[in-house]
């Protein structure tokens, strides 16, 4: 593997992927939206050959996601961008003369995850991204790795927009505010970003295929987390669980680990850990809303 291609390169987890990449020596081909991208691409708009014409990859790395909601709007965003593009990805892999692809899947195509056994279209869009992927590279006799992650967060704040409730905790936290958080159903299970990153790395190396749920050991419901945060940065302010609001509903992570015992790897960072770095990165005040009532 001595050069490959991220699609998503924009996104938190796309960014840290080349970071460790090119930490490895490993030359990436920047692939989004962004005039700044090597090659520009918009999943949900015609694909231009040429525009790749001079760029070759062993490897495709598909981090690129929409994050709609299961209204019309949100479903059809989920739809054009997650499952209808993974045909502009095949596309794009035939011009780099590609057939290994490693996509970032989710938990939530996970089909017992909820009580209700019921897949949100996010979930589905992305399931469905996975079996085009799939049947892509079977068709040319290449190789399909899926790693299902659970919840993403990072230590520069980025992952506020797709995870608010984790963003909330470390501002209230942060700055000693009090924070009236709903009450939970249950466990939630969250990975920092660099260790998705690395595990995508080390199975595009190992040629691992399928689908494969990537959960940390470690689940905590939201209240656990925030008596962590609160613990860690010692500014005052209380939790206070607030039986009016909606609590957080119950969701079932399954407890799969084969993924490390087949890629040989083990996960360093515990909640307590990456609230830490958090706290020494000096980064915290990215973090929020500041909008609970």
């Known amino acids: 593997m001595k050069t490959v291609a991220i699609v998503g390169a924009n996104s938190m987890l796309g960014k840290t992927l080349a970071v460790q990449l090119g930490q490895q020596g490993i030359t990436v081909i920047s692939v989004g939206r962004s005039k700044n991208n090597d090659i520009i691409l918009d999943l949900v708009k015609p694909f231009h050959y040429s525009i790749c014409a001079n760029y070759k990859a062993d490897v495709i790395f598909h981090c690129a996601s929409a994050f709609g909601d299961d209204t019309f709007e949100g479903t059809q965003t989920n739809f054009l961008t997650n499952t209808i593009g993974s045909l ?13 692809v490693v996509y970032a899947g989710s938990m939530s195509s996970y089909p017992r995850l909820e009580a209700t056994n019921l897949l949100s279209s996010y979930g589905l869009s992305k399931a469905q991204a996975e079996q085009i992927l799939e049947w892509g590279m079977k068709r040319k006799e290449g190789l399909f790795c899926s790693l299902r992650f659970s919840q993403l967060y990072d230590t520069e704040g980025l992952c506020c927009h797709h995870q608010p409730w984790f963003g909330r905790i470390i501002a209230y936290a942060s700055r000693g505010l009090d924070l009236h958080l709903p009450a939970s159903k249950g466990k939630r299970n969250f990975l920092h970003v660099s260790e998705a990153a690395c595990l995508m790395i080390l199975s595009a190396k190992a040629h691992i295929t399928g689908c494969w749920p990537v959960c940390h050991y470690e689940s905590l419901d939201t209240t656990e987390m925030a008596e962590l945060a609160y613990r860690e940065f010692g500014c005052g302010g209380q939790i206070i669980i607030d039986m009016k609001k909606k609590p957080f509903r119950a969701i079932f992570f399954p407890e799969d680990l084969s993924i490390f ?4 790897h083990k996960l ?9 770095m958090i706290h020494q990165s000096g980064f915290a005040e990215n973090f929020g809303p500041l909008d609970v009532l």
């Open 88 to 100: 502009n990805v095949l596309k794009l892999m035939q011009q780099l003369e590609c057939v290994h």
């Open 261 to 264: 015992e087949r890629l040989q």
């Open 268 to 276: 360093s960072i515990s909640m307590a850990q990456g609230i830490a």
